[in-house]
């Protein structure tokens, strides 16, 4: 193993956390790190499909195109996640910092002939692929269902646990701080709201006592459970 893949600080809950120490190692040897700054791009929609990569540290998200030219996220990419789709021939998304960020790297052509040798890699990005699935109809249905005021909690709530997860934050914890990835446009075009409704529900929360805001992103939950109820109402 080499000394990129022991100080890897999402080695264990990555892709690469289901190799042995000899496939670590093949591995290893394939990728290059890169860091990306906030709003630069990695992949753009329609690109020729030449890579695959691991989320290390920051947050991406996935934009399309719509019909009228305008750009819709439909995706946001935590640490550990996994970038690409092997065996496609071009990108589906465009790949976005929304803060500084970096990636391992993967040229497709290799990682897809590693994937035929390691049915566990290949089993695991499987899992992980219906996972991703299962996960973004749960999204769907929420935003088909609820209001305003439940989109937004649910998205602060969301954020809360995959920051949690990637130790950049305590789920749900009580004051804890946290560095929201996105503007509230962004928020918005996540929620499928405007930028008025959201800031809106924010200063909502702020005068009930949910939350409390600090500067341009960071956001702190002073009351966890009410922010669930909000969350759970219709």
Same mark, same amino acid.
């Given at each position: 193993?080499?000394?990129?893949?022991?100080?890897?600080?999402? /080695?264990? #809950?990555?892709?690469?956390?289901?190799?042995?120490?000899?496939?670590?190692?093949?591995?290893? #040897?394939?990728?290059? /790190?890169?860091?990306?700054?906030?709003?630069?791009?990695?992949?753009?929609?329609?690109?020729?499909?030449?890579?695959?990569?691991?989320?290390?540290?920051?947050?991406?998200?996935?934009?399309?195109?719509?019909?009228?030219?305008?750009?819709?996220?439909?995706?946001?990419?935590?640490?550990?996640?996994?970038?690409?789709?092997?065996?496609?021939?071009?990108?589906?998304?465009?790949?976005?910092?929304?803060?500084?960020?970096?990636?391992?790297?993967?040229?497709?052509?290799?990682?897809? #002939?590693?994937?035929?040798?390691?049915?566990?890699?290949?089993?695991?990005?499987?899992? /992980?692929?219906?996972?991703?699935?299962?996960?973004s109809r749960r999204w769907l249905l929420f935003l088909g269902r609820k209001s305003a005021s439940a989109r937004l909690a649910g998205l602060i709530i969301d954020i809360d646990r995959r920051m949690a997860q990637t130790g950049c934050g305590a789920d749900l914890g009580i004051g804890q701080l946290i560095q929201l990835p996105l503007t509230r446009t962004e928020m918005a075009d996540v929620l499928g709201l405007t930028i008025e409704t959201v800031s809106r529900e924010i200063g909502k929360l702020k005068d009930a006592g949910v939350i409390a805001t600090e500067g341009r992103r960071g956001l702190r939950i002073l009351k966890p459970a009410a922010l669930k109820a909000i969350m759970d109402s219709e």
């Open positions: 193993m080499t000394k990129v893949c022991e100080d890897c600080v999402v /080695r264990d #809950r990555s892709l690469c956390g289901t190799l042995d120490d000899a496939a670590l190692t093949e591995m290893s #040897r394939l990728g290059r /790190r890169r860091k990306l700054a906030a709003g630069e791009s990695l992949q753009f929609e329609g690109d020729d499909n030449i890579l695959c990569a691991n989320v290390l540290g920051g947050v991406l998200k996935l934009s399309s195109l719509t019909p009228s030219g305008d750009a819709q996220t439909v995706g946001l990419l935590y640490p550990a996640d996994f970038i690409g789709r092997p065996y496609a021939d071009t990108v589906d998304h465009d790949i976005t910092a929304l803060t500084e960020a970096e990636v391992c790297i993967f040229a497709r052509a290799p990682f897809e #002939r590693m994937m035929a040798e390691n049915i566990q890699l290949e089993r695991q990005l499987l899992e /992980r692929t219906l996972s991703e699935l299962e996960r």
